[in-house]
Protein backbone atom coordinates (compact mmCIF):
# COMPACT_ATOMS: atom_id res chain seq x y z
CA UNK A 1 0.00 0.00 0.00
CA UNK A 2 3.09 2.36 0.77
CA UNK A 3 4.57 1.37 -2.68
CA UNK A 4 1.37 1.99 -4.26
CA UNK A 5 0.82 5.20 -2.44
CA UNK A 6 4.69 6.73 -3.40
CA UNK A 7 4.24 5.49 -6.83
CA UNK A 8 0.92 7.58 -7.56
CA UNK A 9 1.89 10.56 -5.18
CA UNK A 10 4.43 13.09 -4.45
CA UNK A 11 5.63 14.98 -1.98
CA UNK A 12 5.13 18.46 -1.65
CA UNK A 13 7.71 20.09 -3.28
CA UNK A 14 6.80 17.97 -6.22
CA UNK A 15 3.47 19.47 -6.27
CA UNK A 16 4.85 22.71 -5.54
CA UNK A 17 6.87 22.47 -8.93
CA UNK A 18 3.90 21.44 -10.97
CA UNK A 19 1.63 23.96 -9.58
CA UNK A 20 4.64 26.46 -10.13
CA UNK A 21 3.90 26.08 -13.81
CA UNK A 22 0.39 25.04 -14.00
CA UNK A 23 -1.17 27.81 -12.26
CA UNK A 24 -0.26 30.50 -14.07
CA UNK A 25 -1.54 28.83 -16.95
CA UNK A 26 -4.86 28.24 -15.24
CA UNK A 27 -5.24 32.05 -14.02
CA UNK A 28 -4.48 33.19 -17.60
CA UNK A 29 -6.29 30.76 -19.18
CA UNK A 30 -9.25 31.09 -16.55
CA UNK A 31 -9.39 34.48 -16.47
CA UNK A 32 -9.96 34.24 -20.95
CA UNK A 33 -12.36 31.75 -20.67
CA UNK A 34 -14.15 33.85 -17.95
CA UNK A 35 -14.11 37.05 -20.21
CA UNK A 36 -15.42 34.87 -23.05
CA UNK A 37 -17.79 34.36 -20.80
CA UNK A 38 -18.78 37.58 -20.20
CA UNK A 39 -18.62 38.53 -23.52
CA UNK A 40 -20.83 35.79 -24.83
CA UNK A 41 -23.49 36.75 -22.47
CA UNK A 42 -23.38 40.64 -23.69
CA UNK A 43 -23.50 39.51 -27.30
CA UNK A 44 -26.41 37.47 -25.97
CA UNK A 45 -28.36 40.33 -24.66
CA UNK A 46 -28.00 41.02 -28.20
CA UNK A 47 -30.49 38.10 -29.16
CA UNK A 48 -29.77 34.51 -29.83
CA UNK A 49 -29.19 34.94 -32.81
CA UNK A 50 -26.23 37.20 -32.76
CA UNK A 51 -25.00 34.64 -30.04
CA UNK A 52 -25.22 31.81 -32.58
CA UNK A 53 -23.49 33.34 -35.10
CA UNK A 54 -20.56 34.60 -33.22
CA UNK A 55 -20.35 30.91 -31.81
CA UNK A 56 -19.84 29.53 -35.26
CA UNK A 57 -16.98 31.77 -36.18
CA UNK A 58 -15.43 30.99 -32.76
CA UNK A 59 -15.53 27.17 -33.86
CA UNK A 60 -13.79 28.04 -37.19
CA UNK A 61 -11.19 30.11 -35.35
CA UNK A 62 -11.03 27.26 -32.98
CA UNK A 63 -9.84 25.46 -35.91
CA UNK A 64 -7.37 28.00 -36.86
CA UNK A 65 -6.25 27.73 -33.42
CA UNK A 66 -5.39 24.51 -32.85
CA UNK A 67 -3.38 24.41 -36.70
CA UNK A 68 -1.44 27.12 -35.33
CA UNK A 69 -0.92 25.24 -31.55
CA UNK A 70 0.42 21.96 -33.23
CA UNK A 71 2.08 23.38 -35.99
CA UNK A 72 4.52 25.49 -33.51
CA UNK A 73 4.21 22.62 -31.00
CA UNK A 74 6.53 20.25 -32.73
CA UNK A 75 9.50 22.57 -32.51
CA UNK A 76 8.32 22.82 -28.94
CA UNK A 77 8.85 19.52 -27.86
CA UNK A 78 12.59 19.91 -29.31
CA UNK A 79 13.01 23.42 -27.21
CA UNK A 80 11.15 21.49 -24.05
CA UNK A 81 13.77 19.15 -23.97
CA UNK A 82 16.99 21.30 -25.50
CA UNK A 83 16.31 23.76 -22.00
CA UNK A 84 16.13 20.49 -20.16
CA UNK A 85 19.75 19.94 -21.62
CA UNK A 86 20.92 23.56 -21.22
CA UNK A 87 21.48 24.28 -25.24
CA UNK A 88 20.70 27.69 -26.00
CA UNK A 89 21.24 27.36 -29.35
CA UNK A 90 19.17 24.66 -29.25
CA UNK A 91 15.99 26.71 -28.14
CA UNK A 92 17.00 29.50 -30.27
CA UNK A 93 16.35 26.95 -33.17
CA UNK A 94 12.87 25.88 -32.36
CA UNK A 95 12.05 29.29 -31.99
CA UNK A 96 13.29 30.16 -35.16
CA UNK A 97 11.23 27.79 -36.82
CA UNK A 98 7.68 28.57 -35.16
CA UNK A 99 8.63 32.22 -36.68
CA UNK A 100 8.76 30.42 -39.79
CA UNK A 101 5.66 28.26 -39.71
CA UNK A 102 3.59 30.65 -37.52
CA UNK A 103 3.62 33.10 -40.40
CA UNK A 104 2.89 30.10 -43.43
CA UNK A 105 -0.47 28.64 -40.97
CA UNK A 106 -1.18 32.35 -40.56
CA UNK A 107 -1.36 33.65 -44.33
CA UNK A 108 -3.18 30.31 -45.24
CA UNK A 109 -5.25 30.86 -42.57
CA UNK A 110 -6.32 33.91 -42.95
CA UNK A 111 -6.80 33.30 -47.43
CA UNK A 112 -8.84 30.68 -45.99
CA UNK A 113 -11.75 31.83 -43.75
CA UNK A 114 -11.73 34.98 -46.13
CA UNK A 115 -12.67 33.27 -49.27
CA UNK A 116 -14.73 31.00 -47.88
CA UNK A 117 -16.36 33.07 -44.80
CA UNK A 118 -20.04 33.07 -46.38
CA UNK A 119 -19.80 28.88 -47.04
CA UNK A 120 -18.15 27.85 -43.79
CA UNK A 121 -20.92 29.87 -41.78
CA UNK A 122 -23.56 28.56 -43.27
CA UNK A 123 -22.89 24.69 -42.95
CA UNK A 124 -23.80 25.05 -39.31
CA UNK A 125 -27.65 26.49 -40.35
CA UNK A 126 -28.78 23.50 -42.08
CA UNK A 127 -31.18 22.56 -38.92
CA UNK A 128 -34.55 23.26 -38.00
CA UNK A 129 -35.06 26.77 -37.48
CA UNK A 130 -36.86 30.28 -39.60
CA UNK A 131 -35.22 30.92 -42.60
CA UNK A 132 -35.38 34.89 -40.91
CA UNK A 133 -33.12 33.51 -37.49
CA UNK A 134 -30.97 31.75 -40.21
CA UNK A 135 -30.24 35.00 -41.93
CA UNK A 136 -29.20 36.81 -39.05
CA UNK A 137 -27.15 34.49 -37.90
CA UNK A 138 -25.36 34.24 -40.93
CA UNK A 139 -24.97 38.01 -41.24
CA UNK A 140 -23.81 38.70 -37.33
CA UNK A 141 -21.06 35.82 -37.91
CA UNK A 142 -19.78 37.71 -41.22
CA UNK A 143 -19.74 41.20 -39.39
CA UNK A 144 -17.82 39.07 -36.55
CA UNK A 145 -15.19 37.07 -38.91
CA UNK A 146 -14.29 40.33 -40.92
CA UNK A 147 -12.51 42.01 -37.91
CA UNK A 148 -11.45 39.13 -36.23
CA UNK A 149 -9.26 38.26 -39.04
CA UNK A 150 -7.19 41.49 -38.26
CA UNK A 151 -6.74 39.99 -34.49
CA UNK A 152 -4.77 36.76 -35.93
CA UNK A 153 -1.69 38.78 -36.79
CA UNK A 154 -0.49 39.34 -33.34
CA UNK A 155 -2.39 36.01 -32.21
CA UNK A 156 0.01 34.55 -33.67
CA UNK A 157 3.07 36.31 -32.38
CA UNK A 158 1.92 35.95 -28.88
CA UNK A 159 1.83 32.26 -29.37
CA UNK A 160 5.42 32.30 -30.68
CA UNK A 161 6.64 33.89 -28.51
CA UNK A 162 4.50 32.78 -25.26
CA UNK A 163 4.71 29.17 -25.71
CA UNK A 164 8.85 29.51 -25.95
CA UNK A 165 8.69 31.11 -22.64
CA UNK A 166 6.93 28.70 -21.24
CA UNK A 167 9.45 25.64 -22.30
CA UNK A 168 11.75 27.61 -20.58
CA UNK A 169 9.96 28.06 -17.45
CA UNK A 170 8.69 31.91 -17.62
CA UNK A 171 5.18 31.03 -17.23
CA UNK A 172 4.43 34.48 -15.73
CA UNK A 173 5.09 37.30 -18.14
CA UNK A 174 2.61 35.56 -20.65
CA UNK A 175 0.04 34.93 -17.42
CA UNK A 176 0.25 38.67 -16.93
CA UNK A 177 -0.34 39.63 -20.41
CA UNK A 178 -3.03 37.67 -20.27
CA UNK A 179 -4.50 39.03 -17.63
CA UNK A 180 -3.74 43.15 -19.15
CA UNK A 181 -5.61 41.74 -22.30
CA UNK A 182 -8.90 40.39 -20.92
CA UNK A 183 -9.40 43.06 -18.54
CA UNK A 184 -9.29 45.60 -21.43
CA UNK A 185 -10.99 42.95 -23.36
CA UNK A 186 -14.30 43.19 -20.55
CA UNK A 187 -14.15 46.76 -20.22
CA UNK A 188 -14.33 47.66 -24.15
CA UNK A 189 -16.90 44.85 -24.56
CA UNK A 190 -18.86 46.76 -22.52
CA UNK A 191 -18.04 49.95 -24.18
CA UNK A 192 -18.24 49.12 -27.68
CA UNK A 193 -21.00 46.39 -27.85
CA UNK A 194 -23.64 48.83 -25.90
CA UNK A 195 -22.54 52.29 -27.11
CA UNK A 196 -21.18 53.17 -23.87
CA UNK A 197 -18.84 55.97 -22.68
CA UNK A 198 -20.65 58.50 -26.08
CA UNK A 199 -19.01 55.81 -29.03
CA UNK A 200 -21.56 54.32 -30.84
CA UNK A 201 -23.30 50.81 -30.76
CA UNK A 202 -21.23 48.43 -32.61
CA UNK A 203 -23.17 44.84 -30.88
CA UNK A 204 -20.82 42.15 -32.64
CA UNK A 205 -18.52 44.10 -34.29
CA UNK A 206 -17.61 45.98 -30.96
CA UNK A 207 -17.24 42.60 -29.73
CA UNK A 208 -15.00 41.59 -32.74
CA UNK A 209 -13.18 44.83 -32.25
CA UNK A 210 -12.46 44.68 -28.35
CA UNK A 211 -10.86 41.43 -29.12
CA UNK A 212 -8.36 42.45 -31.67
CA UNK A 213 -7.25 45.33 -29.35
CA UNK A 214 -7.09 43.58 -26.11
CA UNK A 215 -4.75 40.76 -28.68
CA UNK A 216 -2.51 43.47 -29.59
CA UNK A 217 -2.22 44.79 -25.92
CA UNK A 218 -1.15 40.91 -25.13
CA UNK A 219 1.26 40.51 -27.78
CA UNK A 220 3.45 44.13 -27.00
CA UNK A 221 4.08 42.77 -23.51
CA UNK A 222 4.98 39.37 -24.23
CA UNK A 223 7.13 40.55 -26.83
CA UNK A 224 8.67 43.63 -25.01
CA UNK A 225 9.14 41.62 -22.11
CA UNK A 226 10.48 39.01 -23.94
CA UNK A 227 13.44 41.27 -25.82
CA UNK A 228 13.88 43.66 -22.42
CA UNK A 229 14.98 40.44 -20.51
CA UNK A 230 17.56 39.44 -22.87
CA UNK A 231 19.92 38.12 -19.88
CA UNK A 232 16.73 35.38 -18.98
CA UNK A 233 15.76 34.91 -22.30
CA UNK A 234 19.10 33.91 -24.27
CA UNK A 235 17.30 32.36 -26.81
CA UNK A 236 16.30 35.97 -28.19
CA UNK A 237 19.65 37.08 -28.65
CA UNK A 238 20.68 37.11 -32.06
CA UNK A 239 17.48 35.25 -33.00
CA UNK A 240 16.32 37.40 -35.39
CA UNK A 241 19.69 37.96 -37.04
CA UNK A 242 18.73 35.14 -39.01
CA UNK A 243 15.99 32.66 -39.93
CA UNK A 244 18.20 29.67 -40.13
CA UNK A 245 17.73 26.84 -38.96
CA UNK A 246 20.07 23.64 -38.96
CA UNK A 247 18.73 21.54 -41.29
CA UNK A 248 19.01 18.58 -39.77
CA UNK A 249 16.90 19.87 -37.27
CA UNK A 250 14.19 21.06 -39.64
CA UNK A 251 14.13 17.63 -40.98
CA UNK A 252 13.49 15.95 -37.18
CA UNK A 253 10.94 18.45 -36.64
CA UNK A 254 8.65 18.18 -39.64
CA UNK A 255 9.36 14.49 -39.16
CA UNK A 256 8.00 14.51 -35.99
CA UNK A 257 5.63 17.44 -36.25
CA UNK A 258 4.00 16.99 -39.37
CA UNK A 259 1.64 14.17 -37.28
CA UNK A 260 1.28 16.95 -35.04
CA UNK A 261 0.33 19.66 -37.26
CA UNK A 262 -2.46 17.57 -39.28
CA UNK A 263 -3.23 16.41 -35.50
CA UNK A 264 -4.28 19.73 -34.13
CA UNK A 265 -5.71 20.83 -37.81
CA UNK A 266 -7.86 17.67 -38.37
CA UNK A 267 -8.83 17.38 -34.58
CA UNK A 268 -9.86 20.87 -34.37
CA UNK A 269 -11.63 20.44 -37.73
CA UNK A 270 -13.28 17.24 -36.40
CA UNK A 271 -14.61 19.25 -33.00
CA UNK A 272 -15.96 21.42 -35.48
CA UNK A 273 -17.94 18.83 -37.57
CA UNK A 274 -19.05 17.36 -34.51
CA UNK A 275 -20.73 20.35 -33.73
CA UNK A 276 -22.00 20.79 -37.33
CA UNK A 277 -23.75 17.33 -36.99
CA UNK A 278 -25.09 18.24 -33.47
CA UNK A 279 -26.92 21.74 -35.46
CA UNK A 280 -28.71 19.44 -37.59
CA UNK A 281 -31.06 18.73 -34.88
CA UNK A 282 -32.02 22.31 -34.69
CA UNK A 283 -30.98 25.88 -34.77
CA UNK A 284 -31.40 25.64 -30.72
CA UNK A 285 -29.30 23.13 -30.69
CA UNK A 286 -26.65 25.44 -31.66
CA UNK A 287 -27.08 28.33 -28.93
CA UNK A 288 -27.33 25.63 -25.98
CA UNK A 289 -23.84 23.91 -27.26
CA UNK A 290 -22.57 27.35 -27.47
CA UNK A 291 -23.55 27.89 -23.76
CA UNK A 292 -22.58 24.66 -22.75
CA UNK A 293 -19.50 24.92 -24.28
CA UNK A 294 -17.93 28.24 -23.15
CA UNK A 295 -19.11 27.14 -19.19
CA UNK A 296 -16.98 23.58 -19.70
CA UNK A 297 -13.91 26.04 -21.26
CA UNK A 298 -13.72 27.67 -17.71
CA UNK A 299 -13.86 24.64 -15.74
CA UNK A 300 -11.53 22.55 -17.90
CA UNK A 301 -8.70 25.17 -17.25
CA UNK A 302 -7.25 22.94 -14.42
CA UNK A 303 -7.32 19.82 -15.89
CA UNK A 304 -5.93 21.79 -19.21
CA UNK A 305 -2.97 23.50 -17.82
CA UNK A 306 -2.02 20.20 -15.50
CA UNK A 307 -1.56 18.58 -19.19
CA UNK A 308 0.60 21.52 -20.68
CA UNK A 309 2.51 20.83 -17.51
CA UNK A 310 2.90 17.25 -18.42
CA UNK A 311 4.43 18.15 -21.64
CA UNK A 312 6.95 20.86 -20.32
CA UNK A 313 7.90 18.88 -17.01
CA UNK A 314 8.15 15.60 -18.52
CA UNK A 315 9.88 16.93 -21.74
CA UNK A 316 12.55 18.28 -19.75
CA UNK A 317 13.35 15.21 -17.27
CA UNK A 318 13.64 13.88 -20.96
CA UNK A 319 15.80 15.59 -22.09
CA UNK A 320 17.84 15.22 -19.40
CA UNK A 321 17.92 11.59 -20.24
CA UNK A 322 16.44 10.39 -16.70
CA UNK A 323 14.06 7.90 -17.73
CA UNK A 324 12.85 6.39 -14.88
CA UNK A 325 12.22 9.89 -12.70
CA UNK A 326 10.29 10.95 -16.23
CA UNK A 327 8.11 7.72 -15.31
CA UNK A 328 7.58 8.55 -12.26
CA UNK A 329 7.23 11.88 -12.65
CA UNK A 330 4.51 11.13 -15.36
CA UNK A 331 2.32 9.32 -13.78
CA UNK A 332 2.07 11.24 -10.62
CA UNK A 333 0.72 13.82 -12.78
CA UNK A 334 -1.73 12.55 -14.85
CA UNK A 335 -3.25 10.63 -11.39
CA UNK A 336 -2.93 14.63 -9.96
CA UNK A 337 -5.02 15.68 -13.43
CA UNK A 338 -7.67 13.25 -13.03
CA UNK A 339 -8.01 13.75 -9.46
CA UNK A 340 -8.12 17.24 -10.57
CA UNK A 341 -10.65 16.85 -13.27
CA UNK A 342 -12.94 14.84 -11.16
CA UNK A 343 -13.34 17.35 -8.75
CA UNK A 344 -13.93 20.05 -11.33
CA UNK A 345 -16.32 18.06 -13.23
CA UNK A 346 -18.70 17.46 -10.01
CA UNK A 347 -18.68 21.24 -9.66
CA UNK A 348 -19.83 22.36 -13.01
CA UNK A 349 -22.58 19.62 -12.89
CA UNK A 350 -24.03 20.27 -9.79
CA UNK A 351 -23.92 24.14 -10.77
CA UNK A 352 -25.37 23.22 -14.32
CA UNK A 353 -28.63 24.81 -13.98
CA UNK A 354 -26.99 28.45 -12.80
CA UNK A 355 -24.87 28.96 -15.54
CA UNK A 356 -27.46 29.18 -18.57
CA UNK A 357 -29.65 31.44 -16.08
CA UNK A 358 -26.88 34.35 -17.36
CA UNK A 359 -28.43 34.29 -21.21
CA UNK A 360 -30.96 36.43 -22.51
CA UNK A 361 -32.44 33.25 -24.38
CA UNK A 362 -35.51 31.16 -24.06
CA UNK A 363 -36.46 28.49 -21.56
CA UNK A 364 -36.15 25.68 -23.92
CA UNK A 365 -32.23 26.56 -24.91
CA UNK A 366 -31.72 27.01 -21.33
CA UNK A 367 -33.03 23.88 -20.15
CA UNK A 368 -30.81 22.16 -23.23
CA UNK A 369 -27.63 23.88 -22.36
CA UNK A 370 -28.26 22.89 -18.52
CA UNK A 371 -28.32 19.11 -19.53
CA UNK A 372 -25.41 18.92 -21.68
CA UNK A 373 -23.45 20.55 -19.32
CA UNK A 374 -24.59 17.80 -16.61
CA UNK A 375 -23.30 15.96 -19.11
CA UNK A 376 -19.99 17.40 -19.76
CA UNK A 377 -19.06 17.40 -16.59
CA UNK A 378 -19.69 13.87 -15.82
CA UNK A 379 -17.38 12.91 -18.48
CA UNK A 380 -14.25 15.48 -17.43
CA UNK A 381 -12.41 12.89 -15.57
CA UNK A 382 -12.02 11.15 -18.71
CA UNK A 383 -11.44 14.68 -20.95
CA UNK A 384 -8.57 15.04 -18.38
CA UNK A 385 -7.15 11.55 -18.43
CA UNK A 386 -6.62 11.95 -22.31
CA UNK A 387 -5.29 15.34 -22.00
CA UNK A 388 -3.14 14.05 -19.98
CA UNK A 389 -2.35 11.14 -22.17
CA UNK A 390 -1.83 13.35 -25.20
CA UNK A 391 1.07 15.30 -23.75
CA UNK A 392 2.86 12.08 -21.99
CA UNK A 393 2.56 11.03 -25.61
CA UNK A 394 3.72 14.01 -27.26
CA UNK A 395 6.43 14.67 -24.80
CA UNK A 396 8.76 11.75 -26.17
CA UNK A 397 8.17 12.99 -29.82
CA UNK A 398 5.78 10.30 -30.60
CA UNK A 399 3.35 12.45 -32.69
CA UNK A 400 2.78 9.58 -34.84
CA UNK A 401 0.87 7.97 -32.17
CA UNK A 402 -0.59 11.22 -31.06
CA UNK A 403 -2.51 11.56 -34.40
CA UNK A 404 -3.77 8.22 -34.66
CA UNK A 405 -4.88 8.44 -30.73
CA UNK A 406 -6.92 12.31 -31.26
CA UNK A 407 -7.50 12.78 -34.99
CA UNK A 408 -7.70 9.13 -36.02
CA UNK A 409 -10.20 8.45 -33.20
CA UNK A 410 -13.08 11.55 -33.58
CA UNK A 411 -12.90 10.98 -37.53
CA UNK A 412 -12.87 7.13 -37.13
CA UNK A 413 -15.30 6.93 -34.61
CA UNK A 414 -16.94 10.09 -32.81
CA UNK A 415 -18.30 11.61 -36.13
CA UNK A 416 -19.44 8.52 -37.82
CA UNK A 417 -21.00 7.33 -34.43
CA UNK A 418 -22.83 10.96 -34.45
CA UNK A 419 -23.91 10.93 -37.99
CA UNK A 420 -25.51 7.92 -37.80
CA UNK A 421 -27.54 8.51 -34.52
CA UNK A 422 -28.62 12.04 -35.90
CA UNK A 423 -29.86 10.86 -39.23
CA UNK A 424 -31.08 7.19 -38.32
CA UNK A 425 -32.30 7.30 -34.97
CA UNK A 426 -35.60 9.20 -32.95
CA UNK A 427 -33.30 9.94 -30.11
CA UNK A 428 -32.90 13.53 -29.13
CA UNK A 429 -29.65 15.80 -28.55
CA UNK A 430 -29.17 15.04 -25.32
CA UNK A 431 -29.02 11.07 -25.90
CA UNK A 432 -26.92 11.57 -28.86
CA UNK A 433 -24.68 13.70 -26.83
CA UNK A 434 -24.31 11.40 -24.12
CA UNK A 435 -23.58 8.13 -26.24
CA UNK A 436 -20.63 10.58 -28.44
CA UNK A 437 -19.71 11.25 -24.82
CA UNK A 438 -19.46 7.29 -24.20
CA UNK A 439 -17.52 6.13 -26.32
CA UNK A 440 -14.46 7.66 -25.32
CA UNK A 441 -13.95 4.47 -22.89
CA UNK A 442 -12.86 2.87 -26.07
CA UNK A 443 -9.57 6.31 -26.12
CA UNK A 444 -9.10 6.26 -22.37
CA UNK A 445 -8.62 2.71 -22.64
CA UNK A 446 -6.01 2.63 -25.42
CA UNK A 447 -4.48 5.72 -23.63
CA UNK A 448 -3.94 4.22 -20.71
CA UNK A 449 -1.95 0.84 -22.78
CA UNK A 450 -0.17 3.20 -24.57
CA UNK A 451 1.02 5.34 -21.37
CA UNK A 452 1.62 2.29 -19.11
CA UNK A 453 3.79 0.83 -22.02
CA UNK A 454 6.12 3.36 -21.98
CA UNK A 455 6.59 3.96 -25.96
CA UNK A 456 6.84 7.73 -25.10
CA UNK A 457 10.18 7.39 -23.09
CA UNK A 458 12.49 9.10 -25.43
CA UNK A 459 15.24 11.84 -25.24
CA UNK A 460 14.81 13.07 -28.84
CA UNK A 461 17.92 15.57 -28.49
CA UNK A 462 20.06 13.28 -27.67
CA UNK A 463 22.50 13.85 -31.10
CA UNK A 464 22.57 17.50 -30.63
Avoid at 76 to 92: E, H, L, M, P, Y
Amino acid sequence: MADTKRRLLGDSGFYKKVLLIAVPIMIQNGITNFVALLDNIMVGQLGTEQMSGTAIVNQLLFVFNLTLFGSISSAGIFGAQFFGQGSTKGVRDAFRFKVITGIIVLAAGMMILSAADTELISSYLTGNGESGNKELILASGLDYLKIMLVGLIPFTITQVYASTLRETNHTFPPMFAGLAAVLINLVLDWVLIFGKLGLPQMGVKGAALATVISRVTECAIVVLWTHLNREKNEFIVGAFRSLAVPPELVKRIIISGLPLTLNECLWSAGMATLNRTYSMMGVDVVAATNISSTIFNIFSVVFIALGNSVGIIVGQILGSGDMKKARETDTRLIVFTVAAGAVTGALMAVMSGLFPQLYNTSDNIRQLAGSIITISGMFMPFAAFLHAAYFTLRSGGRTFITFLFDSVYIWAITIPTAMLLVKFTEFDILTVYFLCQLIDIIKVTVGFILVKKGVWLRNIVASE
